[in-house]
């Protein structure tokens, strides 16, 4: 038994229930924000909302990585203007490490954020006129319509967003190439699946037995995927 | 209209708050890239530098007494710029001539193929990544050179991008197609002088993707590549991390985000000038890293 395997699984899994919800609701929070009528610089905030999801993940991790730093960070600097004590270890804590790999991940919501965005311009206008005219809350006429209209777009971002959580590598490979230094990460906390299946392969050589984890990676995913089509046509709405 | 006015303004600020949170790791970036040492380990962190030292740049590029592994950008940027320029016109070409094959020429094998080529599509890339290792290292003698980097997209190794072309040529009208071949225009003709520049649009969004994809790309030079000179921007600035943990002061965090906003800036410069195709290509496919 590969002693790795079960921790990983566990780290990922766990990695996989924190961001991919999260980052659904914040950028569809934030295509909801965009999409509001009449709005002057629109282009700008899309743009600041957007770029981070271009950047290189080796330059997000370290420019984050120094937002993290214990006692240069500018978390920490935050953390005791607000609450008068120094901020807590987030990279060495086994609890928040991963917390801040999915902050990293959330914050390049971008690609998500557009998909939402193009979802949104399909919904219908009359619908929502309609529902508003008839006293319908904005919280309503969310639940009611729009989620319905924008149901197929919520569903291709979260088996999307489900599948890259599953294959998270490059942030915690980074974060714990800074070990030694002013940043100090806990690596067993961030010991994803995929970075084990990397070091058994090309740190330990053993190519078999990483070909065996990467395929057992792939069975899973692909189980993830039918689970969500089968329960698909409970939720997800299609206007034909 | 006092209601839509208070929507608005709530959406401004909420607007103004997100893009603070979203802009404030970039901020710090811009700010520490151009502090000096004793500032970046001062007690307190600061926002806005004391001084301003933008010869952190030339340090952090040129000076390869930095570090243990200097940034090795000269090499770097050659190398990255070469291999994604390969990249995109191997990309360009293979999968519009797979992608038009696919589309426009009927065989019983059609079918099945090009359900093959979709699943390859499904599967990880560290699912692919071992048995290409294998084959381009033991077979093919790739270690250490930069073919792996570019040499696959010329062989139509991008799915995705062939779905998307293949969705694009089943569009053109088959009149046009069947026009120029009354006239006696050959096959490839037809596909050079009609269906590619009728597809310039999907043609552009696989180019930029291309380019972002590349220009990002950390994994594939992490696996084959170890000489400095055949580094890649991303993986050189990974190893300028490496290079800094034996050294004195740990890491030159300065330098390092330096080095880091010139690894940025094309990918910013390149968003900038096509823009639409960015919007346009998300948008209708759904593409992501």
Known sequence: ME???FHTIKVTVLFTVITVPISLIVALAAALLLNVKAIKGISIFRTIFFLPALIPVVASTIMWSWVFSPKHGILNLLYAKIFGTQGPNWLEDPRLALGCIAVICIWGFGNTMMIFLAGLQGVPQNLLDAARIDGATWWERFRNVTVPYISPVIFFNMVMGIIGAFQVF???FIFTDFNGTTVTVNSKAVHFYVLNIYQQAFENGRFGLACALAW??????LMMTLIQFYFKKRWVFYNE | ?????FIRIFTYILLVIGSIVMFMPVLTMLSTAVKDTAEVYAGKPTIIP???HFENFWSALFDDTVSYRPFTFLPALKNSICVTLLNIIGNVLSCSLVAYGFARFQSRWNRPLFI???????LPPIVLSIPTF????KYLGWYDTLYPLWVPSYFGFASFFIFLLHEFFKCIPSSLLEAARLDGCSELGIFFRIAMPLSKPALMVVGVFTFIWTWNDFFTPLLYIEDPNKFTLALSLQQFIRGSTGSAFGIQWNLLMAANIVVIIPIVVIFFLAQRYFVEGISLTGMKQ
């Open chain 1, 3 to 5: 002693p790795n395997f």
């Open chain 1, 170 to 172: 490059t942030q915690a």
């Open chain 1, 216 to 221: 057992i990676l792939l069975v899973v995913i």
């Open chain 2, 1 to 5: 209209m006092n209601r839509t006015k």
């Open chain 2, 50 to 52: 004391k001084e301003f």
């Open chain 2, 116 to 122: 093959l080529m979709l699943s390859v599509m499904m």
């Open chain 2, 134 to 137: 294998v084959l381009f290292v």
